[in-house]
T-cell receptor
Framework: DAGVIQSPRHEVTEMGQEVTLRCKPI?????LFWYRQTMMRGLELLIY????????DSGMPEDRFSAKMPNASFSTLKIQPSEPRDSAVYFC?????????????FGPGTRLTVL | QKEVEQNSGPLSVPEGAIASLNCTYS??????FFWYRQYSGKSPELIMS????GDKEDGRFTAQLNKASQYVSLLIRDSQPSDSATYLC??????????FGTGTRLQVTL
């Protein structure tokens, strides 16, 4: 079975530009998570969805960040406008849900560099 | 704030030895615990999950959970250079989100 798929794998953009990151969760998983990882702050949860509905977006750093999940097989994380401090690796993960089913599986990540 | 704490390391062990990685958590409501391995430049990979007090073994890996002490550990027997990575501990409560520790960097020396 295919794992979590993310695109692009690398993104280099200039400050002020819009960035869109994409994720396809594992088929059958009903939870999807977006994380950001930096050396300084480690792995941070940005937002997560259950059955395509956003459940907790308290980790979204500011209004420049938005996420959508229009269907069970696709989600986007958008940054507009981007800033150099947004440079990080962004991971998408998916899981079945609570308890033992909450094992989360990560995609390969998108390395974002904002110049 | 609910936290998961780990020593950042590096923890250096010789090849063939037992590596012991430790983690504490603050939320007594946490129910599920996970260990992820992350190689440099790669994504976290789930290697162990544990849900009840005691030990759980899988190959060279043993996860240990003590809910009374709010303590989780991971033992790696017969450590290999390929085990050199950062190990992330994570915990979840009644919600479905995980809280991750900052990770312990393990170095297995020849």
């Amino acid at each position: 079975d295919a794992g979590v798929i993310q695109s692009p794998r690398h993104e280099v953009t200039e400050m002020g530009q819009e960035v869109t990151l994409r994720c396809k969760p594992i088929s059958g998983h009903d939870y999807l998570f977006w994380y950001r990882q930096t050396m300084m702050r480690g792995l941070e949860l940005l937002i997560y969805f259950n059955n395509n509905v956003p459940i907790d977006d308290s980790g979204m750093p500011e209004d420049r960040f938005s996420a959508k999940m229009p269907n069970a097989s696709f989600s986007t994380l958008k940054i507009q406008p981007s800033e150099p401090r947004d440079s990080a690796v962004y991971f998408c993960a998916s899981s079945h849900g609570q308890g033992w089913r909450n094992e989360q599986f990560f995609g390969p990540g998108t390395r974002l560099t904002v110049l | 704030q609910k936290e998961v704490e780990q020593n950042s390391g590096p923890l250096s062990v010789p090849e063939g030895a037992i590596a012991s990685l430790n983690c504490t958590y603050s939320d007594r409501g946490s129910q599920s615990f996970f260990w992820y391995r992350q190689y440099s430049g790669k994504s976290p990979e789930l290697i162990m999950s544990i849900y009840s007090n005691g030990d759980k073994e899988d190959g060279r890996f043993t996860a240990q959970l003590n809910k009374a002490s709010q303590y989780v550990s991971l033992l790696i027997r017969d450590s290999q250079p390929s085990d050199s990575a950062t190990y992330l501990c994570a915990a979840t409560g009644t919600a479905s989100k995980l809280t991750f520790g900052t990770g312990t960097r393990l170095q297995v020396t020849l």
